[in-house]
């Protein structure tokens, strides 16, 4: 069955740096353009970074120049390079084709900022 696990967060202050992990498994990974999303308190979940099949990648005004996406499709991996994190970073992170009509997410992994 499909699986998308996500890694990485954490609690880090204000100009520090994460990096987070997500494995999926049960559907052809090097068919999907991959995304990156976060859910903040009270807010709605939102894309911030993407990746297609052949590595164009696309971001968020708000983590433009701060994060980096990238996938490893032998190890059916996307990563995400967080630098320079801001309080307003802080949310759950999820992970999943970037693609309509996809309804399934993974548990997601926090990322929490301080300032």
């Known amino acids: 069955q499909v699986q998308l696990v996500e890694s990485g967060g954490g609690s880090v202050q204000a100009g520090g740096s994460l990096r987070l992990s997500c494995v999926a498994s049960?559907?052809?990974?090097?068919?999907?353009?991959m995304g990156w999303y976060r859910q903040a308190p009270g807010k709605q979940r939102e894309l911030v970074a993407s990746i297609s099949i052949d590595g164009w990648t696309n971001y968020a005004d708000s983590v433009k120049g701060r994060f980096t996406i990238s996938r490893d499709n032998a190890k059916n991996t996307v990563s995400l390079q967080m630098n320079s994190l801001k309080p307003e970073d802080t949310a759950v992170y999820y992970c999943?084709?970037?693609?309509?009509?996809?309804?399934?997410w993974g548990q997601g992994t926090q990322v929490t900022v301080s300032s």
């Open positions: 049960g559907f052809p990974f090097t068919l999907n353009p």
């Open positions: 999943k084709p970037n693609r309509a009509g996809w309804t399934y």
